[in-house]
């Protein structure tokens, strides 16, 4: 059974700091990792795609892979109060299966 | 840009009906299509699987005979949902790629009420 599992919060950081959120995976096949963030009441948006170990960064977004640990993580940079939303991880196992397996998310609050 | 549609946005049913789902892939052109159901405060759970002019592959525990989806053209997928009851109320999403392992862009969602 393919799980990943989020912290689901909420997280609270303050405006302008490093907020941190992370994943794990339990399929160590996984190929592609994938980061969206959805806002209540609205479908996900896609923030981050990250395929091989390191980092990628984009904007104030980082994300981070390591494969040996089968962790990802999603770094946001001077985080602001748009920020708040739920940031879900998702990862695609490939063999054969079709579709992403999704953490159940992270509730992010950026206070002012 | 990767749009994707849906629609509708919002629908109320009797139970016993059926309700059809559009997903359309606006300014690409989607080999894969996939459904989502979200139940509040639950994360993503994929229901099935479409590829352009094949038949659908579920997901276990989804019936398949209950959630019809066709996905006759690269740009458009319909998910019915026959005969709903109000445990089917839930937020269906779809979404869209261009190849199986490629990246999905999801559509806005359709919230399905059923009285």
């Known amino acids: 059974q393919k799980e990943v599992e989020q912290n689901s919060g909420p997280l609270s950081v303050p405006e302008g700091a490093i907020a941190s959120l992370n994943c794990t995976y339990s399929?160590?096949?996984?190929?592609?990792f994938f980061w969206y963030r959805q806002y209540s009441g609205k479908s996900p948006e896609l923030i981050m795609s990250i395929y091989s170990n390191g980092d990628k960064e984009d904007g104030r977004f980082t994300a981070q892979l390591n494969k040996a640990s089968q962790y990802v993580s999603l770094l946001i940079r001077d985080s602001q109060p748009s920020d708040s939303a739920t940031y879900l991880c998702?990862?695609?196992?490939?063999?054969?299966?079709?579709?992403?397996?999704f953490g159940k998310g992270t509730h992010l609050i950026i206070q002012p | 840009g990767a749009v994707v549609s849906q629609h509708p946005s919002r629908v109320i049913c009797k139970s016993g009906t059926s309700v059809k789902i559009e997903c359309r892939s606006l300014?690409?052109?989607?080999?894969?299509m996939f459904w989502y159901r979200q139940f509040p405060k639950q994360s993503l759970m994929l229901m099935a699987t479409?590829?352009?002019?094949?038949?659908?592959?579920?997901e276990q525990g989804v019936e398949k005979d209950k959630f019809l989806i066709n996905h006759a053209s690269l740009t458009l997928s319909t998910l019915t949902v026959t005969s709903a009851h109000p445990e089917d109320s839930s937020f269906y999403i779809c979404?869209?790629?261009?190849?199986?392992?490629?990246?999905?862009?999801f559509g806005p969602g359709t919230r399905l009420t059923v009285l």
């Open positions: 300014d690409f052109q989607a080999t894969t």
């Open positions: 479409s590829n352009e002019g094949s038949k659908a592959t579920y």
């Open positions: 998702a990862v695609y196992s490939g063999g054969g299966a079709d579709g992403l397996t």
């Open positions: 979404s869209a790629s261009r190849g199986r392992t490629d990246t999905q862009y």
């Open positions: 399929d160590r096949g996984s190929q592609s």
